[in-house]
């Protein structure tokens, strides 16, 4: 069984994201705590060549950021973890675990895990994002042993297109996308809003549903779950 003790996170989250720090203190247990810690960056969506200096911006504030209390470290990038490939993911985790001294959950990695733990091999996935990251997404998925069946996307242009995105919005893309020859359906990017439909749309399909969110909060609280009983 999960642990229910609140856990106390640091989140790392670029600049613009204004859902991941309210849901994910939703799905974890009562009186849970969220450092948020910002990443600056541009209107532009992230690409490979403007990746490495957010990867350097990263370091830099959690750096500053040890003076917070926190027991663990959800890494909510999550099209920069997609970008950089299972490899690339798993070196920023280190990197960040190496400057706060505390263990790194990341929502890439959390995706990969939660669709692997309940054997979905074939999925149907929702996105914002524009081909480049989608191309990536699909490819760090394929590592997994995941294979992407059906595809939608908002093809959000910039962060402030992404931002104005809605709950039901995502509900709805997500019902003319999902086909019952798949295992499940995942909607990623933790600027998403999620926490209000999963469930929903989980009894609405007859099949689950999973999100960037939901599925980080799952791993920390596996990783608390570990921690307690060891």
């Given at each position: 069984?999960?642990?229910?003790?609140?856990?106390?996170?640091?989140?790392?989250?670029?600049?613009?994201?204004?859902?991941?720090?309210?849901?994910?203190?939703?799905?974890?247990?009562?009186?849970?705590?969220?450092?948020?810690?910002?990443?600056?960056?541009?209107?532009?969506?992230?690409?490979?060549?403007?990746?490495?200096?957010?990867?350097e911006s990263t370091i830099a504030v959690c750096q500053k950021a040890t003076g917070l209390k926190f027991?663990?470290?959800?890494?909510?990038?999550?099209?920069?973890?997609?970008?950089?490939?299972?490899?690339?993911?798993?070196?920023?985790?280190?990197?960040?675990?190496?400057?706060t001294g505390k263990p790194v959950v990341t929502t890439a990695a959390s995706m990969v895990q939660a669709?692997?733990?309940?054997?979905?091999?074939?999925?149907?996935?929702?996105?914002?994002?524009?081909?480049?990251?989608n191309d990536q997404l699909k490819l760090f998925l394929s590592a997994g042993d995941i294979h992407v069946?059906?595809?939608?996307?908002?093809?959000?242009?910039?962060?402030?297109?992404?931002?104005?995105?809605?709950?039901?919005?995502?509900?709805?893309?997500?019902?003319?996308?999902?086909?019952?020859?798949?295992?499940?359906?995942?909607?990623?990017?933790?600027?998403?809003?999620?926490?209000?439909?999963?469930?929903?749309?989980?009894?609405?399909?007859?099949?689950?549903?999973?999100?960037?969110?939901?599925?980080?909060?799952?791993?920390?609280?596996?990783?608390?779950?570990?921690?307690?009983?060891?």
């Amino acid at each position: 069984m999960l642990s229910l003790s609140p856990i106390r996170v640091m989140l790392v989250v670029p600049e613009n994201n204004t859902t991941m720090h309210q849901e994910l203190l939703a799905w974890l247990p009562q009186g849970s705590s969220c450092e948020v810690v910002r990443v600056p960056r541009g209107k532009g969506l992230l690409t490979q060549e403007t990746l490495p200096a957010y990867k350097e911006s990263t370091i830099a504030v959690c750096q500053k950021a040890t003076g917070l209390k926190f027991d663990i470290v959800a890494y909510g990038c999550t099209a920069a973890g997609f970008i950089l490939g299972p490899e690339g993911d798993r070196e920023m985790a280190e990197r960040i675990a190496s400057v706060t001294g505390k263990p790194v959950v990341t929502t890439a990695a959390s995706m990969v895990q939660a669709l692997q733990a309940i054997n979905a091999k074939k999925i149907s996935l929702l996105t914002p994002y524009q081909d480049n990251v989608n191309d990536q997404l699909k490819l760090f998925l394929s590592a997994g042993d995941i294979h992407v069946q059906h595809f939608d996307s908002f093809y959000a242009p910039d962060v402030i297109a992404l931002g104005n995105i809605t709950a039901k919005q995502v509900q709805e893309k997500a019902i003319t996308l999902f086909a019952q020859d798949v295992d499940a359906l995942f909607i990623a990017c933790s600027q998403l809003p999620t926490f209000e439909i999963l469930e929903a749309l989980s009894d609405a399909l007859k099949k689950p549903v999973l999100s960037s969110i939901q599925v980080t909060a799952k791993a920390l609280l596996n990783h608390s779950s570990i921690k307690a009983s060891s």
